[in-house]
């Protein structure tokens, strides 16, 4: 059911640029939009999040020179309070690019109110299913502790976006025809549906005590 709805939040993108015309900047400010939802979807599981974080499970990051593992043992509202201020300059910095990509490519048309609204829908609708079906129902919050649940968007938001902005030089060099809009939509559909994967499959595993196996 989730696979669905993310596949019809993504779809939402594909039409407007097949059907309506949206443009670069278009699919832009929704993708920034959707970095906002990710964001708020992850605060509400780390508060939710009962499981324990074993340090020895949680990549190699870094945030303010402080080691993942750091976190391990603080409250639930600590790490998300946290969470809030890091992925906000994250966010805030995606923003800034995003507003003066026109300025780069200045033929390029700015998007309108209702491009971003249409996709908002789509995108909010996809994060709430997940969390009651996945995080919820399917007892998730139960394995995955907060720490845990901090680091999961980085894995999933940090690469898709990148290459996001990267493809959008790309396209903006072109001229943004629609063929290379499309491409661009298509592969960031594809890399969504791999973080979805992957994310669910790492929970599946913590819950069967697996998860030190390799991916």
Known sequence: MTAAT??????????????????LHSLLVVYWVESAVVGTASVAKILRAEGEDDPTELPSMQFNDRS?????GESNRRIATFFVSHYGVFWLVHGLFVGIFPLIFPRMAWTSPRVVAA??????????????VNFVGQ??????????????????????????????FGVGA???????LVVMVVVKTVLDFRGHWKEHDRARRRASGAVGEPE
């Open 139 to 168: 007892g998730e919050f139960e394995h995955s502790g907060p720490v845990t649940r901090m680091v999961e968007p980085y894995r999933r938001v940090l690469v898709l976006h990148l290459t996001v902005i990267f493809g959008a």
């Open 6 to 23: 993310l596949l019809v939040a993504n779809a939402v993108p594909l039409v407007g640029v097949l059907a309506f015309g949206w443009g």
């Open 68 to 72: 993942v593992g750091s976190f391990v």
């Open 174 to 180: 072109l001229g943004s025809p629609v063929g290379a």
């Open 119 to 132: 996709a908002a829908v789509g995108l909010v609708a996809y994060h709430v299913v997940s969390y009651r």
